[in-house]
């Protein structure tokens, strides 16, 4: 079977991407602490890495990460309050082309074909999980390994995202479901960190939304 790394957010997406490639590849997870303001999350992801029977899963520390965005956005800096709904102060700049790139350098050393991040097409608004962005950063990646592939020594590595294949946040929620059930529910999409999901930031309003869409009934703990 193929090797596939995944990217471990501990959230709703991560858990269902997780359900949509187990069938195809085997999986190896990687969680970022990134300085993140939702620290539950990385609790979170090692349920998510087990409920996937992961051959592997690496938590990467780059904490440091927290002093660089500075009070850029509403994810690492707890200056500002979170919003209900989307504004650019969420995006957390090029996350995700850090949190690819490092996925990929581990796949490239395991021989895995693809690397994968829960992006989906509900996330049009965030510039780092469209379609347009995987494709760069798999070509400039793949080039940046250009001789290893071409020597056999290294598999070309495809950056995929259900956003890639028009899958949507309750098309992956139906997936998710239909293979772990409630499990699904363990996982963690707030943007606080408050003992249950706050249920008022943006993040919150889509995890309900997803769920009223798949028509499953929500059995998340929110505060609000």
Same mark, same amino acid.
Request: glycine share 6%; aromatic share 10%; net charge positive.
């Given at each position: 079977m193929k090797k596939a790394v995944v990217i471990c957010s501990g959230g709703l997406d991560s858990l269902c991407l997780g359900a949509h490639l187990?069938?195809?590849?085997?999986?190896?997870g990687i969680t970022f602490s990134y300085g993140q303001r939702a620290s539950k999350e990385? @609790? &979170? %992801?090692?349920?998510?890495?087990?409920?996937?029977?992961?051959?592997?899963?690496?938590?990467?520390?780059?904490?440091?990460?927290?002093?660089?965005?500075?009070?850029?956005?509403v994810l690492t800096s707890t200056k500002k309050s979170l919003p209900s709904k989307f504004e650019y102060s969420i995006v957390v700049p090029i996350r995700n082309a850090i949190f690819v790139t490092i996925a990929t350098a581990w796949a490239f050393s395991l021989k895995a074909s693809l690397v994968a991040y829960g992006a989906h097409t509900d996330d049009i608004k965030y510039p780092d999980c469209?379609?347009?962005?995987?494709?760069?950063? @798999? &070509? %400039?990646?793949?080039q940046g390994e250009i001789d290893g592939i071409r020597l056999g020594i290294r598999n070309r590595i495809k950056v995929w995202s259900p956003y890639s294949?028009?899958?949507?946040?309750?098309?992956?929620?139906?997936?998710?479901?239909?293979?772990?059930?409630?499990?699904?529910?363990?996982t963690w999409s707030c943007y606080a960190n408050s003992k249950y999901h706050c249920?008022?930031?943006?993040?919150?309003?889509?995890?309900?939304?997803?769920?009223?869409?798949?028509?499953?009934?929500d059995k998340t703990k929110y505060l609000a």
């Open positions: 187990s069938k195809q590849y085997e999986l190896y990385l @609790e &979170a %992801a090692r349920k998510v890495g087990k409920a996937l029977h992961l051959k592997e899963h690496k938590i990467i520390p780059l904490d440091f990460m927290k002093a660089l965005y500075g009070t850029s956005n469209r379609p347009a962005f995987s494709k760069k950063i @798999e &070509a %400039a990646l793949n294949a028009g899958i949507s946040k309750s098309t992956l929620v139906k997936t998710g479901y239909e293979k772990f059930g409630e499990e699904i529910f363990q249920g008022e930031c943006e993040s919150c309003n889509n995890r309900k939304a997803a769920f009223i869409q798949a028509k499953i009934k």
